[in-house]
């Protein structure tokens, strides 16, 4: 029997509003079943499919895989004039590949139960359009099954992530990490207060073993429990309030950053594919440009304006209301869904996993600096950056590599990643 699917308690509204943003921008992989499936649907037949090829190529010769063929312009062959999926609108939702069925659906496995989260890269998850996420539980679950059928068969029996290497808990334990951190970034404050807040109780849990040694009791359960709410107080009076407060990056946190956020604000496919990602000579010279961290912004992504790396050193000018709600629903819903460590983010321990999601929140508000420098409103360049940064978290395959694991943990060790989120992370302030 499938594992059951349960929502979390952030409240995060979501509903497909047909944009077709998801079939213009992505390369889908198919299976073998599901490419059978669709070639024996008969779109030769159809006057706007025939002779056309519907899959491409997605590995090499000597592991060959395949996708759903793309037009001209990024978009999937099967997307129709209306901006709807011709497999489904024929076939039924069934019909297409699970790939498309799911997104943007988050679905990670926690033990006796899977967690639903939504990928942020969607326009209606930013912006929190729909019904509430508890009420697709039934489409939930029927994808959850298919996965259990297919691709994360035996998930039932995964372990949960470590701590950090070597040091493992219970998965009750880590889904309490996972409560007591989303409730420091529902707290009040300003987003990045509490981003260093969190920050601040991972530090001091990195030197912590929880499992017993030395005669000495587990910290686990409800004790364990306590101990977070006790440095969550401990923050709250420990964690200076003002930003200014914060001593400016230095410069192996400013040289760390700068490639992180190379990579968080790229588009490789698609109408979005940004102009310095067409050729391997505008990659190689794209990350120089950002090694040096001056002149102007390269355009890793169609959005990108012509902006100078001096913009994203310049605060936005406040957030509203509905910025702070879309930066603070981001955070909580990639905790409490787990997508911030293990399978979901390139197999990162728990505190690792936090310190990459408090630098994907301060690349993405570097981002809006420099959208908002092209002409954007603020909250439409805070949107549209999480909306960039979330497409990468955890899908990003370079964002997994040794190297950039390492970048993480230097900036972490060297205490360069608060100074990196109330750098900027700050607003309404002078440099």
Not at 257 to 262: I, T
Not at 267 to 294: C, E, I, N, Y
Not at 303 to 308: K, L, N, Q, R, S
Not at 403 to 429: C, D, I, M, N
Request: proline content about 7%; aromatic content about 8%; glycine content about 12%.
């Amino acid at each position: 029997m499938p594992l059951p699917v349960r929502p979390l308690t952030v409240l995060q509204n979501w509903d497909c509003q047909s944009c077709s943003a998801c079939c213009r921008q992505y390369h889908v992989s198919v299976t073998p079943e599901e490419r059978a499936r669709i070639e024996a649907q008969g779109w030769e037949k159809h006057p706007d499919l025939a002779g056309v090829p519907l899959f491409a190529r997605a590995g090499g010769w000597l592991s060959p895989a395949w996708r759903l063929n793309s037009r001209a312009d990024g978009a999937c062959v099967f997307l129709g004039p209306d901006n709807r999926c011709r497999i489904h609108d024929t076939f039924g939702s069934a019909a297409k590949p699970l790939a498309c069925r799911i997104y943007p659906y988050a679905l990670v496995p926690a033990g006796d139960h899977w967690k639903l989260g939504l990928r942020f890269a969607c326009p209606s998850a930013a912006e929190d359009r729909g019904r509430p996420l508890a009420e697709h539980l039934a489409e939930a679950r029927e994808y959850a099954a298919a996965l259990e059928a297919g691709p994360a068969a035996g998930v039932a029996a995964a372990a949960p992530p470590p701590l950090r290497k070597g040091d493992a808990v219970p998965w009750g334990d880590v889904l309490r990490i996972a409560t007591a951190v989303s409730g420091l970034l529902a707290g009040g404050g300003s987003v990045e207060r509490r981003w260093r807040k969190v920050l601040y109780v991972v530090g001091l849990m990195r030197h912590t073993t929880l499992a017993g040694a030395g005669g000495m009791k587990a910290v686990t359960g409800d004790l364990l429990g306590k101990m977070l709410r006790g440095l969550a107080e401990t923050a709250e009076a420990e964690v200076p309030a003002d930003p200014a407060e914060v001593p400016r990056p230095g410069w192996v946190g400013r040289m760390v950053f700068r490639p992180l956020a190379a990579l968080y604000a790229r588009k490789d496919t698609g109408p979005d594919r940004g102009a310095a990602q067409r050729s391997a000579a505008g990659r190689l010279l794209s990350a120089v440009r950002f090694a040096r961290g001056s002149g102007r912004v390269p355009k890793t992504h169609a959005a990108i304006p012509d902006a100078t790396f001096a913009a994203g050193e310049t605060p936005l000018p406040g957030l509203s209301d509905a910025a702070v709600s879309l930066l603070t629903r981001w955070g909580r819903v990639k905790v409490e869904s787990g997508q911030f460590c293990g399978p979901a983010n390139f197999g990162l321990p728990v505190w690792d996993g936090l310190e990459a999601l408090a630098a994907a929140f301060a690349a993405a508000m570097w981002l809006a600096r420099v959208l908002a420098a092209g002409g954007r409103p603020a909250d439409e360049a805070v949107t549209l950056a999480v909306r960039i940064v979330d497409d990468n978290f955890g899908f990003n395959k370079l964002l997994g590599r040794s190297r950039q694991k390492f970048a993480l943990r230097l900036l972490g060790s060297k205490g360069e990643l608060p100074k990196l989120v109330a750098w900027y992370g700050r607003t309404g302030q002078g440099k």
